[in-house]
């Protein structure tokens, strides 16, 4: 058979289609005009036009933490590419799977300050899992399918690939993945057999034990979460897991604490700060949750569960180290403990979850409820009721909504629920939105948002007007960078340096201007006749701006620097006198 | 003890890609790690693998995380630690350029003869020489050649393999 000769611009197209790609998020230019005609001559894979390639980055995030697929993104050369590494190094963060592909000037000008021309595969070194310059056309297809398989292997993440112009011209031969095989690559996936069995007797020998669970167990698909669901129940242990990995165990079921950390619940942190056996799957110890590394869980022996060994014993040592897959480990876990026919310490457990019952009933997550002025908690747990048994997800921006979400909205499954958490990148939940939107067109797709975040990316409510994509904005407008001001009120003195939102847009008239539904609450009793009009609306992006009281502050709340059990419950609290210097220094 | 400051020498196989060396370099600027020496060069043509050879310092808990680090880089094969893994030799290649006349010229003459370093080049009123060893016999020996009109030193850094019989 002879062989078939197309051209770079094909073999990309190709490649996206054979990776089972349905839709890339991206924004033209000059360096990938060949890409963009190849585009058009094809009717497979649909491009969403951004107005910001940022915002193709977080668009492709969401679709991808929705689907589990790898989301896909196309930036130009220079301006193209800069604008999008906010995004790629948001995914990294993340442990996102993305596939990047950028223009390039052709390959006889690189190096020598072209039009538009940037070193992106240099600047994006640190915020990509990997990346690629292709200078030869016949290496494009073997380096696109490289491209997925790395991204969506081990611990997910971005990959960005540069293809010079010359290269999408130039004729060349195409491969299909099943014949391309990476040299070097290749993540453990399954574990040790004896790691798993030491972790078996001292889960079933605990006295206070504690699951911690996070963003891997999502990364590792809706059957490690199932399998998690089924461990969990099986021990009857408690479980508290990160922001990242909310949604893996449904939050209705009575063994959840709540998520821990520094805006985490009073009941997961004490319990953290007390148990004998931590049980680790999926999270890396990040210092929003661990607080004060010196007396983070001081009494535990710890089993850490993760696909990426660097994520072991990188900020705490830990006992039993087991490298895996979530799902294939729990698996596992259950397996063993079931043939063993463990059981846990009934006597001990129930005293546990008394202790544990005790912290509950402190109540950590009541505010003021007022007639007077709309708390945000209050119309988050409005927004709860609203969307109860509805199919939805929830994207957020960052700030106190942000943690406000995280705490009062529910989630039963995963990939429900998707924020910036290792970068915290204001103007992410947007696009990240219109993403899940695209990839979900019959749900109901909520970003909650704050006045300030919103405005970093608003400009894609033209995008989600283009495409029809209902998104719901659902703005907690409290006037301030609310998690900024509260920062400043606690550990600050109460100077308020630049945090005011000044000269905010109508955001109703806003919302009109591009044709799409705005809506405004002012008082409490307006805010549910607002959420009923936002979810009735199909057809439009909804913009809802509630006006909620701008001096609320986010608790309980753990300041930096401090332990699990130094815990800020409300107004009444004032950590000023005790935070230590080293915690002020705290991001 | 925990807090021991270690030193190590690690052997990392990559792929001889553009841009593995930045990965290399990048990782320990951009996460603080220490560099001592850094060496790389091909070793196997036909694969297009390289070497790195390098030598860090820093706690246990830093050192396994550097290791572990280097391993996630895709176009890393193999991670060893030759300080870990048992008994190794290291070595050292350095040209060291020395300038003068009279006796300090012979005794930087004798002193190399000690050191059985060999004189590449020669000149009325220079030397330059070239020895081998290990990092503390070059420091030595740049040592007393700074008494003698050392003009410059060039090193290697070192490159290291472990004892016996078995690969890499
Ligand atoms: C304003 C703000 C406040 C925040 N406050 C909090 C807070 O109070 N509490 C909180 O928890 N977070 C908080 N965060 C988020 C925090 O910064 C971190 O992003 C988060 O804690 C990390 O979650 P994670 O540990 O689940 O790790 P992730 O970032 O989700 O990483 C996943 C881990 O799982 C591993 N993994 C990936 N795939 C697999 C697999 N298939 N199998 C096994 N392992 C796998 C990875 O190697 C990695 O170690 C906050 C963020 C912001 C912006
Ligand atoms: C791109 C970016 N710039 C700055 C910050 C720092 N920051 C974190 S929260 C926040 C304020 C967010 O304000 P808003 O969106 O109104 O949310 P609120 O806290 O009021 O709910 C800022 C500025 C950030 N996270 N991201
Ligand atoms: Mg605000």
Redesign the pocket.
Known sequence: MPEQKLTGAQIVIKALKDQGVDIIFGYPGGAVLPIYDAIFQQNDIKHILVRHEQAAVHAAEGYARSTGKVGCVLVTSGPGATNAVTGLLDAL???IPLVCLSGQVPTHLIGNDAFQEADTTGITRPCTKHNYLVKDVNQLARTMHEAFYVARS???GPVLIDIPKDVQFADGTYIPPTEVKHKTYRPQVKPEIARVEEAIELIANAKRPIFY????????GPI?AKLLTQFVKLTGFPIT?????LGAFPASETQWLG??????TYEANLAMYNCDVMIN??????D??TGKLSEFAPGSKKIH????PS?INKNVAVDIPIV????A?LEDMIRIWKARQKRADQAALKEWWGQIDGWRARNCLNYNRTEAVIKPQYALERLREALRGKNHYVTTE??QH??WA?QFLPFDEPNRWMT???L?TMGYGLPAAIGAQLAHPDAIVVDVSGEASFLMNMQEIGTAVQYRAPVKIFILNNKYMG?VRQWQELLHGSRYSNSYSEALPDFVKLAESWGCVGLRATTVAEVDEVIEKMLAVTDRPCIVDIAVDPKENCFPMIPGGKAHNEILFGPEDSPSDATPEDGMVLV | MEDKIEKHTIAVLVDNEPGVLARVIGLFSGRGYNIESLTVAEVNNADHLSRITLVTSGTRMVVEQIKAQLDRLVPVHKVHDLTDEGPSVERELALVKVAGTGDRRIEALRLADIFKAKVVDATLTSFVFELTGTTAEVDDFVGLMAQLGLVEASRTGVVAMSKGAAGF
């Open positions: 963060c993340d442990s081990g611990r997910p669970t996070g963003g891997g167990v999502v990364n590792a490690a897991s990160t922001l990242m990995g998520m821990l950390g520094m805006h985490g799957i999926g999270a890396r110890f990040d929003r949750v569960v993760d696909i990426d994520s895996g897959d979530a799902g480990v960052v700030g942000q943690m995280a910036s958490g290792g915290g998690m």
